[in-house]
C-alpha cells in the first residue's frame, strides 16, 4: 500500500482552476518581443541542438563566441515525430523577470517573500496530465532514448544527460521530501547514474534506505513550471531538512502545487509535468559516469569546464514513464546562463534573508553573476548609514558564506554602484579597493567539489580537492572617506520631451 504525506490538508480531489505549467509559460512568452523562437527545421539532439543554442542564446560561461538571446523550441527532432524539445527558457534574468510579472532587479526580494510564506503542496486524486501516455519498462522494447530525446551535448560526453529533470523523493516514513536537480546520464535501456553532491538532501534520503537495503522510490520531473525549477535550487540552511520546496513555488503563485501518486513507485510526481520517469535508486549498486563510452569526462558544467566522469555512481531503475500528448522535452547546457539564474537567484534570496534579518538595512540588494556560475560568486550592495556600520559589511559576507557553502568569493560594493552590471563593480574593484587592505582570506574552507583550482595540484593550501580559500573583496569606501568618492553629478533631464531619429 503506497503511503504519502500523513497530513489530510494536503489532500484535494479536484483542481479549483487550471494549473499555471511549462505550456502557460510559452504562451506568455510568446506576446513579448525576442524572448522566444521556433524553428520546424529538423534538429538533431545529438551535438547539434547544443551547438545551435550556445550562439543563439546560451550566454555564461560557455565557450565564446555565444551571447544572451532568446529560448528556442524545436518543433521538429529527428527521429521523434511526437516530441518537441525546449531549451533557454531561463537563460535571461529579464525573461524570469516576465514569467513571474516583475522586474529582473526585484526577482530575489520576490523569491524571499515566497520563502517566508510558503504554501504547502497537494496530492489529488485525479489523474495526471503528465499521466496521459504510459511507458512500462516491462513493455516489449522499453528503451528510453526510443521514447525520449535526451540530448548528448559536446562530443566529449559520457552519454546522453537530463539537465533538467526535478528529482522529487522523500525519506523512508515519507514524512520528509525534497526537490533537486541533479546529473542523469542514461546507462542502458532502463537505467540512469544519478551524481548528487555529498550532503544534499537527495543523497541523506538515499543513504538511509541504503543502510536498510532498500530502494529509494523517485519521481524524475521534466518541463514544469518555471516556478518549480527556480524554487528547486534553494539549498540548507536556507531550506533546512524535510523543507519541501515545493512550498515556495506553491507561494509563488498563490496556489499549492499539484501533486499526482506514481503508478508504478511509491512516490510523487507533479501532476503538470510534460513527462515523468518513475523509478527506484537501487541500494548497493554503483557504475562508472562514462561506462558506455570511457571519455574520462561526464558533461559540461556551470564552471563552463566539462565535469570529470564519477567512478562509482548510485543506479535509479526505470520502472515506467508517463508524458502528456505531443510533450516538450526541456533542456539546458550546463555552462550557459540557465544554470546560472536558476542556481543564482534563490542564493540571493538566501542572503538577502539571512543578512536583512541579522543586519537590518545594510545589504540592499545581492548578485550572484554569470562570472561566478550562479554559486561561486556573490555580490553585496552595501549602505553605511553612519560610522557604526563600518565593518558590519565584512559581517555581511561572513554570513553569505554560512548561508550558501559553495560561494567562493564575495565582492562588497557600496549603494551607487549598479551590482548588474559588472562593469561597474570592476570599477568599483579598480577605484575603491587596495589589495593589501581590502582583502579577506578565509584559507581552507570547504567548498564546491566540481572548481577545477579546488586541488592540491593547483596549491600547496589546499589539503583535500573541494577544499578553498574563500576571499572577501571589500571595495565599498570607508564611511570616513564617503564624501571624497561621490561619482561625477549631472543634471536630471526629462528626456521623454525630445524626439530622436536615424537618417539610416
Known amino acids: 500500500m503506497n503511503t504519502f504525506h500523513k497530513n489530510d490538508q494536503y489532500l484535494t480531489s479536484k483542481s479549483e482552476e487550471k494549473e499555471w505549467d511549462l505550456q502557460n509559460s510559452i504562451e506568455l512568452l510568446n506576446h513579448i518581443k525576442n524572448?522566444?523562437?521556433?524553428?520546424?527545421?529538423?534538429?538533431?539532439?545529438?551535438?547539434?541542438?547544443?551547438?545551435?543554442?550556445?550562439?543563439?542564446?546560451?550566454?555564461?560561461?560557455?565557450?565564446?563566441?555565444?551571447?544572451?538571446?532568446?529560448?528556442?523550441?524545436?518543433?521538429?527532432i529527428k527521429d521523434y515525430p511526437h516530441i518537441k524539445i525546449l531549451i533557454g527558457l531561463l537563460c535571461s534574468r529579464q525573461r524570469i523577470a516576465h514569467l513571474f510579472h516583475t522586474k529582473k532587479e526585484k526577482l530575489a526580494f520576490l523569491l524571499k517573500e515566497a520563502l517566508?510564506?510558503?504554501?504547502?503542496?497537494?496530492?489529488?486524486?485525479?489523474?495526471?496530465?503528465?499521466?496521459?501516455?504510459?511507458?512500462?519498462?516491462?513493455?516489449?522494447?522499453?528503451?528510453?532514448?526510443?521514447?525520449?530525446?535526451?540530448?548528448?551535448?559536446?562530443?566529449?560526453?559520457?552519454?546522453?544527460?537530463?539537465?533538467?529533470?526535478?528529482?522529487?523523493?522523500?525519506?523512508?516514513?515519507?514524512?520528509?521530501?525534497?526537490?533537486?536537480?541533479?546529473?542523469?546520464?542514461?546507462?542502458?535501456?532502463?537505467?540512469?547514474?544519478?551524481?548528487?553532491?555529498?550532503?544534499?538532501?537527495?543523497?541523506?534520503?538515499?543513504?538511509?534506505a541504503e543502510s536498510y537495503g532498500k530502494s529509494l522510490p523517485i519521481s524524475i520531473n521534466i518541463g514544469i513550471d518555471p516556478a518549480i525549477t527556480i524554487s528547486t535550487c534553494f539549498e540548507p540552511p536556507t531550506t533546512p531538512l524535510g523543507f519541501d520546496e515545493l512550498s515556495i513555488a506553491g507561494s509563488l503563485r498563490k496556489k499549492p502545487i499539484k501533486l499526482v501518486k506514481c503508478l508504478f513507485v511509491d512516490a510523487l510526481a507533479i501532476s503538470h509535468s510534460e513527462i515523468v520517469i518513475e523509478g527506484e535508486l537501487l541500494p548497493n549498486i554503483r557504475i562508472a559516469e562514462d561506462n558506455n563510452t570511457n571519455t574520462g569526462k561526464s558533461m559540461p558544467e556551470f564552471t563552463g569546464y566539462t565535469g570529470?566522469?564519477?567512478?562509482?555512481?548510485?543506479?535509479?531503475?526505470?520502472?515506467?514513464?508517463?508524458?502528456?500528448?505531443?510533450?516538450?522535452?526541456?533542456?539546458?547546457?550546463?555552462?550557459s546562463d540557465e544554470h546560472t539564474n536558476i542556481a543564482g537567484i534563490p542564493t540571493e534570496a538566501s542572503i538577502l534573508k539571512i543578512t536583512q534579518n541579522a543586519l537590518p538595512e545594510l545589504v540592499i540588494n545581492v548578485h550572484c553573476p554569470t562570472s561566478g556560475g550562479g554559486k561561486y560568486l556573490a555580490i553585496l550592495q552595501i549602505r553605511k548609514r553612519s560610522i557604526n556600520d563600518e565593518g558590519k559589511q565584512r559581517q555581511a559576507a561572513l554570513l553569505a558564506f554560512s548561508i550558501f557553502s559553495e560561494i567562493k568569493h564575495v565582492i562588497l560594493v557600496d549603494e551607487d554602484v549598479d551590482i548588474f552590471d559588472m562593469n561597474d563593480v570592476i570599477w568599483s574593484l579598480t577605484t575603491r579597493y587596495q589589495g593589501d587592505k581590502s582583502t579577506i582570506f578565509i584559507p581552507g574552507v570547504r567548498c564546491h567539489p566540481l572548481d577545477p583550482s579546488s586541488d592540491p595540484n593547483f596549491s600547496s593550501s589546499i589539503q583535500h580537492p573541494g577544499i578553498t580559500c574563500k576571499t572577501i573583496f571589500d571595495s565599498t569606501v570607508p564611511f570616513t572617506l564617503k564624501n571624497k568618492f561621490k561619482r561625477s553629478q549631472f543634471k536630471e533631464i526629462n528626456i521623454s520631451s525630445f524626439n530622436f531619429f536615424s537618417k539610416n
Open 116 to 208: 517566508d510564506n510558503p504554501i504547502p503542496p497537494q496530492i489529488t486524486t485525479e489523474k495526471g496530465l503528465c499521466q496521459e501516455i504510459i511507458y512500462k519498462s516491462t513493455d516489449k522494447n522499453f528503451d528510453i532514448l526510443k521514447i525520449l530525446p535526451i540530448p548528448i551535448i559536446t562530443e566529449e560526453d559520457a552519454g546522453h544527460y537530463i539537465t533538467l529533470g526535478m528529482c522529487y523523493t522523500s525519506n523512508i516514513e515519507k514524512n520528509q521530501y525534497d526537490i533537486s536537480i541533479h546529473r542523469l546520464c542514461v546507462q542502458s535501456k532502463d537505467e540512469l547514474s544519478i551524481y548528487s553532491v555529498p550532503g544534499r538532501h537527495l543523497d541523506i534520503f538515499y543513504q538511509e
Open 35 to 76: 524572448e522566444i523562437i521556433y524553428t520546424n527545421d529538423s534538429v538533431n539532439p545529438i551535438l547539434e541542438l547544443s551547438s545551435i543554442y550556445r550562439y543563439i542564446g546560451a550566454y555564461g560561461t560557455i565557450m565564446r563566441p555565444t551571447k544572451s538571446g532568446p529560448a528556442i523550441l524545436f518543433n521538429n
Open 308 to 335: 570529470y566522469a564519477k567512478k562509482a555512481l548510485p543506479i535509479i531503475k526505470v520502472k515506467a514513464i508517463t508524458t502528456k500528448h505531443n510533450p516538450i522535452f526541456q533542456t539546458c547546457i550546463g555552462s
